[in-house]
């Protein structure tokens, strides 16, 4: 595989899937505290955790809890302690850790949990959807949307990086779409730990620590006193995340030579004239079908959110102005939302809604459950989007694509 | 596993620590049983210790935001996360420590909830926790007996018939909770045998109770407590009673005190003179002290003192293990 960078001696190419370099990243991050908890897909991850303590390839306290809820919270304590940690969760599991997702952005824990996309029982469903992650999108986590394996080894450390930044102190949670990343193999560059060394400092809770040589009361009650100021501090620390995402993007590519932009991924957007935009692993059938749109002569593009929280609204006001329409795809449903669409397309709409030129913007719903979305069907979406792009109006607000009526 | 501090038995009240960890600062109700509690468990451990504190009357009364009683590093968890966050610290202590991002030493880890947070809530956490024998810390449920915290609320570990503002006595239905108290300390025993140190306490017996905390941290691994305290708010009496309704509780056997070592169940005090033939006193001694219990009839009363009669006269181990098979 050539890249347009040369290769680094310090790094090996190796076929493995998201969960496995997520893993891996856990041994080169040299991880204090990891648990886990069963729930398909993410919890492939943890099972190459527990491989490579068993190998003695990561040195790390490892505990397997009783339950999302401990799994969240035990990490969250070690945090608190200074310890580096890593955990994760799939759908229903995410969402039975909810309390603890919670306090950990009200206490300030730096904390890097990996979500393996999946949709919500019941009924059952295995399959990939954005709305597990996507409900702790109010609280203070930074959400991230990895759309190769090699994402997921950049962005976790990239992730604990960020999370760890006494600017921010806050949460970190990468998705990696159900069986679309969790269990596919791709060719990865994992790097050397001397070079991961170079990037990620140790983490420090300095003043936050709490150990006996430095007795803090963490956590009193503070009721209608003091609520209000915090949570403009969090807010604060979350709008920090922006340039501090950044700088790691930068410092990342200094190191190892790729990355891209940090909030952003564009393709072939340059003379567009009609974009989708996206978050996840469907970014490869959108590649295949504007390269195969592109050879017929249509102006299409593809533009990827990486970081959904904190959220890229200037990089997407700037990038989105200049198309003709563009459409919006969710693996995620908002029922009730202002348009009945996904969540992504409600925030991009509450973005634009600032910028001079106001796109025709149209919502798709796609992939839900883990559906496949083909390239027929985004080739369907360019097309109803390139229509509203011709007339400048649209007929329907929202699509539901490849659903049987 | 890391080592513990060694935490010699104290020889009686006066001669224990005169430091205190937990101090003023805390807003508890007079005769708060579960305050005195909370500072007789960190004089124990003393000052190389980390306390991780539960949703409950010992979170909101005691920490409100710029005073804290507590002398020794303090942080909240929630309601049913003690099992959870004593194995939290524990655990990043001890890769800290062994990867020298730390220095080494035995830090005590102790964790508490109340008996919603630990015999309803945190039940799973807790017995999660006392499964892992890498990590030393001791899980301290202070049992009050209610959500006394969110206005006197019924839990598992409510007794029989207890007056609560979810269950009150009404005209067609005097007795409202039905449900007998969870035994949590023999539960805690019997479902995890590699837990070194199992023990129940009473802040009216505190020389025993502080000698059983320090026995818990020095142990080593998981370890479990359940305190019994009476609370003048809950159980609806005069707070210059506290003490002496502890003693009750114990003297009429309705509390067992007893520790779990290494699998031995030892009765202490009060409750191993009781083992041995001495006289229990009347329930009702203890019952008709306490407005919560102020509706019973004699048949409930009746009721109460033959559940007691059967644990101490049928019970394989009273207090610890029910029926036994022979008996």
């Not at chain 1, 940690?85 to 009200?106: D, H, I, P, Q, R």
């Not at chain 1, 009721?223 to 604060?236: F, K, S």
Request: charged fraction near 20%; include cysteine; aromatic fraction near 8%.
């Amino acid at each position: 595989m050539t890249t347009e960078t040369q290769a680094n001696p310090l790094e090996t190419e190796e076929l493995i899937s998201g969960s496995e370099a997520i893993a891996r990243a856990c041994s080169l991050a040299d991880v204090d505290v990891i648990t886990a908890y069963p729930i398909r897909p993410y919890d492939t991850v943890m099972q190459f955790v527990s491989r490579l303590i068993a190998d003695g390839e990561l040195k790390c306290e490892y505990i397997v809890a009783e339950s999302e809820h401990s799994q969240f919270e035990i990490v969250k304590h070690a945090s608190a302690v200074g310890a580096r940690v890593f955990t994760g969760s799939s759908g229903v599991g995410w969402f039975y850790a909810f309390e603890a997702l919670a306090v950990t952005c009200g206490l300030r824990l730096p904390m890097v949990a990996m979500v393996g996309n999946r949709a919500l029982d019941d009924p059952g469903a295995f399959g990939t959807e954005h709305n597990d992650a996507l409900a702790v999108r109010d609280l203070g986590w930074m959400l991230n949307w990895a759309a190769t394996a090699q994402d997921c080894i950049d962005t976790a450390l990239m992730a604990w990086r960020v999370a760890e930044d006494p600017r921010v102190y806050l949460p970190v949670a990468i998705s990696t779409d159900g069986a679309f990343l969790t269990h596919s193999q791709q060719i990865v560059k994992v790097p050397d730990k001397s070079l991961v060394d170079k990037f990620l400092p140790p983490y420090d809770r300095g003043k936050f620590q709490l150990h006996p040589d430095n007795p803090i009361t963490i956590a009193p009650q503070v009721n209608e006193d003091w609520l209000m100021e915090i949570r403009r501090q969090t807010d604060a620390a979350m709008r920090r995340a922006r340039d501090v995402i950044t700088e790691t993007h930068e410092d990342f590519k200094r190191i190892f030579g790729r990355g891209g932009d940090p909030f952003l991924e564009e393709y072939m957007t340059d003379d567009a004239d009609v974009v989708l935009v996206g978050m996840g692993t469907l970014t490869l059938p959108l590649k295949v079908t504007v390269r195969r749109l592109r050879e017929k002569g249509q102006k299409v593009g593809f533009i990827r959110v990486k970081w959904f929280r904190p959220f890229p609204a200037p990089e997407l006001i700037e990038s989105l102005s200049r198309f003709k329409a563009v459409g919006v795809i969710d693996r995620d449903y908002s029922l009730g939302s202002p348009f009945h669409g996904g969540v992504l397309l409600n925030e991009v709409k509450a973005a634009m809604y600032s910028a001079e030129n106001r796109v025709p913007i149209i919502g798709f719903v796609a992939g839900l459950g883990g559906r496949e979305v083909t390239v027929p069907a985004t080739r369907e979406m360019f097309e109803i989007t390139q229509k509203a792009a011709e007339s400048g109006t649209i007929d329907n607000q929202i699509h539901w694509i490849g659903v049987r009526e | 596993m890391t080592s513990t501090q060694e935490l010699t038995p104290l020889r009686g009240v006066k001669n224990s620590p005169l430091e205190e960890f937990f101090t003023s600062g805390h807003r508890t109700c007079q005769g708060c049983e579960s305050a005195l509690v909370m500072k007789l468990m960190v004089k124990a451990a003393g000052p190389r210790t980390i306390v991780l504190g539960s949703t409950g009357c010992m979170y909101v009364a005691n920490t409100t935001y710029y005073s804290t009683p507590w002398v020794v590093p303090w942080m909240h968890t929630q309601l049913g996360s003690s099992g959870s966050a004593a194995l939290g610290t524990a655990a990043a202590l001890k890769a800290m420590m062994a990867k020298g991002k730390m220095t080494d030493e035995p830090i005590n880890v102790i964790a508490f909830c109340g008996d919603g947070g630990g015999a309803d809530m945190g039940l799973s956490a807790i017995s999660g926790a006392l499964t892992h024998n890498d990590y030393n810390l001791l899980i301290l449920m202070y049992d009050n007996e209610s959500y006394a915290n969110t206005d006197i609320q019924v839990s598992g570990s409510s007794p029989w018939g207890a007056n609560s503002t979810f269950s009150p006595p009404g005209s067609l239905h005097r007795i409202m909770n039905k449900r007998w108290k969870k035994n949590m300390a023999g539960m805690m025993a019997v479902g995890h045998p590699q837990a070194r140190y199992i023990a129940t306490g009473c802040a009216s017996y505190a020389t025993d109770m502080m000698n059983k905390v320090r026995k818990a941290l020095s142990i080593g691994g998981p370890t479990f407590m359940h305190t019994i305290d009476p609370c003048p708010k809950g159980w609806d009496y005069d707070p210059m009673y506290s003490h002496e309704l502890g003693m009750l509780m114990v003297q009429t056997g309705i509390w067992v005190q007893y520790e779990v070592i290494d699998g031995e169940v030892i009765l202490n005090g009060p409750s191993k003179m009781i083992a041995k033939g001495q006289k229990r006193l009347p329930v009702d001694d203890f019952l008709k002290r306490q407005g919560r219990f102020a509706h019973f009839e004699p048949e409930d009363i009746k009721y109460f003192q033959d559940q007691i009669d059967e644990m101490w006269e049928r019970w394989w181990i009273p207090g610890v293990i029910p029926p036994s098979p022979e008996k």
